[in-house]
C-alpha cells in the first residue's frame, strides 16, 4: 500500500508562480514514477507532469516551458513547481504513484489551485 499527502495548493493571480509537494509512505520501495495530474470541473483527468525512476520527465503540452516536476527518491517525494500561471490551470491538482507488479495507481486526495485576477 502506498500513501500520496499533496500541499502547496491555494489562490494566485495569473502569471504568479506556486509549488505543490506530494509526499509518498508505505511501500515507498516499490514505486516506479510519481507524477501529477489535474481535473478541471466537467472536464477528464489529465497528465500535467510525470517522472519515471532515473529521471525521465514528460510534461503536457500545455504547461511545458511552465512548470517543472522534480523528484527525491531518498525522501520520496515529488514536487511541481508552476510559473506563469494562467486561468485555464485552474483545478484540483492529484499527485499519483505507480507501483512495480501493480494493476493500479495510487493517488493523492488532491490539492485545489485556483489563478484568478
Known amino acids: 500500500q502506498v500513501q500520496l499527502v499533496e500541499s502547496g495548493g491555494g489562490l494566485v493571480q495569473p502569471g504568479g508562480s506556486l509549488r505543490l509537494s506530494c509526499a509518498a509512505s508505505?511501500?515507498?520501495?516499490?514505486?516506479?514514477?510519481m507524477g501529477w495530474y489535474r481535473q478541471a470541473p466537467g472536464k477528464q483527468r489529465e497528465l500535467v507532469a510525470a517522472r519515471v525512476s532515473g529521471g525521465t520527465t514528460n510534461y503536457s503540452d500545455s504547461v511545458r516551458g511552465r512548470f517543472t516536476i522534480s523528484g527525491d527518491s531518498a525522501k520520496n517525494t515529488v514536487s511541481l513547481q508552476m510559473s506563469s500561471l494562467k486561468p485555464e490551470d485552474t483545478a484540483v491538482y492529484y499527485c499519483n504513484a505507480v507501483v512495480w507488479l501493480s494493476s493500479q495507481p495510487y493517488w493523492g486526495q488532491g490539492t485545489q489551485v485556483t489563478v484568478s485576477s
Open positions: 508505505g511501500s515507498i520501495s516499490r514505486i516506479y514514477s
